[in-house]
């Protein structure tokens, strides 16, 4: 049976995730929060101890929703041949733009971090990025198996660049000028686009 403080902690994450994404970080006052959320200020403090670590846990639970079916695949991409597992990446990269709501929500929240970065949001990553990241530089390792540590690194930041631009713009480019469309067949199409010309672009061939 869920305890009456677990129901109480996840009813302000749930507000917090709400509001970060409408407001950003700046934008969210705790007060706003406990609105929301139909609690006291006590419990933030007692659940999270304060906005700050909110915050953080908001971010936390946001980046494991993006990161989490990635992570669950990759002990697949060694039965693949490293074009089959890229373009399986990819695919899952892109996933999130058949997603609504949560996701959407968690896709907001880092767009916020773009514009402005919050030290919370710095020292997650530092925390939280790494499993994900060895997944993607473990990838362009098969096409580039003589670079060095910091080439593979730039090399899958700029193979996660490619998802990501569609993802984290996906509202905008739905709409005007650009009317991208967002359904099964189109993102598939996307995916296997984008899987080909990146294979191109990491010395495979495509």
Request: charged share 25%; proline share 4%; glycine share 6%.
């Amino acid at each position: 049976m869920t305890r009456p403080s677990e129901v109480t902690r996840e009813r302000i994450m749930k507000a917090a995730e709400r509001l970060f994404a409408e407001r950003g970080y700046d934008g969210t006052s705790i007060r706003a929060i406990v609105a929301r959320a139909h609690v006291n200020q006590a419990a933030i403090n007692y659940h999270f101890e304060g906005k700050d670590g909110l915050y953080r846990e908001v971010l936390r639970a946001a980046f494991r929703g993006l990161t989490e079916d990635q992570l669950a695949h990759a002990g697949e991409a060694g039965a693949m041949s490293r074009e089959e597992a890229l373009a399986a990446f990819v695919r899952r990269q892109l996933r999130p733009l058949l997603a609504r709501d949560e996701v959407s929500r968690h896709i907001r929240i880092f767009n916020w971090e773009t514009v402005r970065p919050t030290p919370v949001f710095r020292k997650l990553l530092s925390e939280e990025a790494a499993p994900f990241m060895g997944v993607a530089t473990d990838l362009v390792r098969r096409f580039l198996p003589d670079a060095d540590y910091r080439t593979l690194v730039v090399a899958a930041i700029w193979l996660l660049g490619q998802c990501s631009i569609f993802v984290r713009n996906r509202e905008q480019l739905a709409g005007p000028p650009v009317e991208l469309a967002l359904e099964e067949t189109a993102i598939g199409w996307l995916a296997e686009t984008i899987s080909r010309w990146t294979i191109v672009g990491l010395g495979g061939t495509a």
